[in-house]
């Protein structure tokens, strides 16, 4: 059976080479590239993100990533977004003082959790959606995560020309999301790649809707 091919959108963050082995291990051929038209013609594209919103959001611009992402959901071709990734998928980040805008394909403000402890690193469990797909199987699996921010509510308004969103939830000091899978855009907050055998059934079932 033919492999799917991922780009991993390679412009500068930290976990593409650990990112790629998962995607690997999971079951596809792996093109870690920052050519514009080898992410656009991939089955999938991941979108890694490490660090600060502002830094990997001046990142996506300088290699032109969002107008990748874009060209590729407005062809309903499938991308997924990892921890920082899943982040500026938001209207906005709020980081201190700053606030830097977010490529606005889901309604929301990504800011600072209020927990006891930051950053939120280690195992975690997670409240997966009811027919998710990509936790198929590991609905009761826990994940690495390693953040101080995130999403801690949802408001896409209800579109009845389209499924609505799976959102699935995680909690650290308060709740926050986890995952999402929005037709051909799914993203966690969670490193799949650093997340052992789970995080590779997970990204196997992502492989599997390509």
């Not at 690997?24 to 999938?44: N, P, Y």
């Not at 490490?50 to 107008?67: D, H, I, N, Q, T």
């Not at 969103?165 to 995952?179: C, M, Q």
Request: hydrophobic share 45%.
């Amino acid at each position: 059976m033919t492999r799917p091919t991922v780009a991993v959108l390679d412009y500068g963050s930290g976990n593409v080479h650990s990112a790629t082995k998962a995607l690997e291990a999971a079951g596809a051929d792996v093109r870690l590239t920052a050519d514009r038209a080898v992410a656009a013609a991939a089955d999938g594209l991941l979108v890694p993100g490490v660090g600060a919103f502002g830094a990997v959001m001046a990142g996506l611009r300088a290699a032109r990533g969002p107008e990748v992402i874009e060209r590729r959901l407005a062809g309903g071709r499938p991308v997924l977004g990892i921890c920082v990734g899943m982040q500026v998928l938001f209207e906005r980040g709020v980081e201190g003082d700053g606030v830097t805008e977010g490529l606005g394909e889901w309604p929301g403000v990504v800011e600072r959790l209020e927990a006891p402890r930051l950053p939120h690193i280690g195992w975690n469990e997670v409240r997966a959606a009811p027919g998710s797909r990509l936790f198929s199987g590991i609905e009761h699996e826990r994940f690495y995560f390693v953040h101080s921010y995130a999403a801690r509510t949802w408001s896409m308004p209800a579109d009845a020309r389209r499924a609505a969103p799976l959102v699935t939830w995680s909690e650290h000091g308060e709740p926050f999301v986890a995952a999402v899978e929005n037709g051909p855009l799914s993203a966690t907050q969670f490193h799949p790649e650093k997340s052992g055998d789970a995080g590779v059934r997970l990204l196997a079932n992502w492989l599997e809707t390509l």
